[in-house]
């Protein structure tokens, strides 16, 4: 079984529930996949768990809470429609270049944000 490493770039919470829902379907134990779940963490996240005092992590969900909680930063923040509003179109360009423009930047938005245009 493959498990993709953390290096603390990208969202800490996707990293946990990926490795979850990779060893629940072998391992019940949360105690197995606690140890195991170190083994994935190279750079920053490894020193960051080296450096945790022994005995300070309580349980699974104790790690992977202070795990998110560390490492925050790199979750990726949720855009708004109202940012479509700074999107202008330059004095040079052709209107279709800024529709096109205007577009992928709406088709970029994360879902389940409802856009109040009405």
């Known amino acids: 079984m493959y498990l993709d ?3 603390g770039l990208t ?3 996707k990293h946990v529930q990926n490795i979850c829902s ?3 379907l ?3 134990d949360s105690h197995v996949i606690c140890k195991i779940i170190p083994t994935t963490f190279r750079g920053s996240v490894r020193t960051w ?3 945790l005092e022994p005995s300070s992590v309580a349980s699974f969900n104790d790690l992977c809470a ?3 909680a560390h490492f925050n930063i790199s979750i990726p923040t949720r855009k708004s429609s109202t940012e479509l509003f700074g999107i202008t179109q330059a004095k ?3 209107t279709r ?3 096109k423009r205007f577009n992928r930047e709406g088709k970029n938005l994360m879902e389940g944000v409802i856009c109040s245009t009405r």
């Open 49 to 51: 768990y080296n450096n």
């Open 22 to 24: 990779n060893l629940e």
């Open 5 to 7: 490493n953390y290096n």
């Open 66 to 68: 202070k795990l998110v």
């Open 92 to 94: 040079d360009k052709f």
């Open 26 to 28: 072998v391992i019940q």
């Open 97 to 99: 270049t800024y529709l």
């Open 11 to 13: 969202d800490p919470g």
